[in-house]
């Protein structure tokens, strides 16, 4: 019979056992920066490269746990992330992008951003997916299969290229199966590197993918905030106000059967900036198939209707 102490001292033991991990770090052979969405593409083709066993044969689940550089991971993100994971049916979960709360350095920055998106419903993170981004990517976690299934990010080309309309490099990550959402005007070689997080969603959802947010007590991951250096201040915001209607147009006019009968119309709720911003982005089948503004302002109300010059 075993005695508490040697019971505890091999339950200390087990605790001590380090986790098997690598540090795989990769560069560009010519040195010239490809973007983002490129350099994850690479890193998940890295740890695909250095496995012994194929992740197709394997039995064992492999994820990918998205950080940005200059973001802080907290201990015990991974643990919480996957935990919520592998609790979910398999189908479910090979079709989820598992988000976590964050909080943000400085802790005042982006305030009412950071409580939005920290604070939306199962409901709001689909119902408002046109508005933004509504999981954050350097919370992400996703099955290894579920990136590969949808080709990971487009990837814009390399900048010697003297092409100046927009296409898509095909590489080990192209997929032309899964939606690839590049707008015939607004997209250029450049801007392929840009809003690479909304483009991978919206392929995502349109694959009948789901979104999810782990809430915990505390925060998973510090999100630093750097006034005009970060990626998603250089977007222009035509470029992301036009993804966002294509990928509506597709994704709900096109496709929701609901919508294909009848061409059945739709109110845009608004009609001040945003709202009108919306309409002069999409397409014109769309455009004749909305009925009406809804709005609460009085003096928009008086007017009655609204030309677009």
Known sequence: ????????????????????????????????????????????????????????????????????????????????????????????????IMGCNFDRNPPDSTWHYAKWANDL??????????????????????????????????????????????????DSYSNKKALQLIHPTYDTNKTLRLAEDLRFVYAHLHDGGQLR???????????????????????????????????FEIMVLKSNPLWLQNEGKFVVWGAGRDGKDFVKALGPDARRRIACFVDIDPKKIEHGHYVNK
Not at 69 to 83: F, G, W, Y
Not at 143 to 170: C, M, Q, W
Not at 227 to 237: D, E, F, L, N
Request: proline residues 4%; positive net charge.
């Open 1 to 96: 019979k075993e005695s508490p102490s040697s019971i505890n001292t091999q339950k200390e033991e087990k605790v001590q056992q380090k986790i098997r991990s690598q540090l795989l770090i990769g560069q560009g052979m010519d040195g010239v920066g490809r973007g983002a969405g490129f350099a994850r593409n690479q890193a998940a083709l890295m740890r695909s490269l250095n496995c012994k066993e194929s992740f197709e044969s394997s039995t064992e689940l492999y994820f990918l746990c998205l950080l940005d550089s200059d973001d802080i991971m907290h201990p015990n993100r991974i643990a919480e992330q996957v935990h919520a994971m592998v609790c979910l049916p398999k189908d479910e979960m090979n079709r989820t």
């Open 121 to 170: 419903t199962d409901e709001r993170l689909m119902l408002e997916r046109f508005r933004e981004v509504t999981v954050l990517q350097p919370t992400w976690m996703l099955t290894k299969s579920r990136f590969d299934s949808l080709g990971g990010y487009i990837v814009a080309p390399h900048p010697k290229e003297t092409d100046h309309n927009a296409s898509i490099e095909l």
């Open 213 to 247: 947010l782990h809430r915990t007590s505390t925060p998973l991951v510090t999100y630093r905030h750097r006034s005009g250096q970060s990626q998603s201040s250089m977007t222009p915001r035509k470029l992301l106000l036009h993804l966002r209607a294509m990928a």
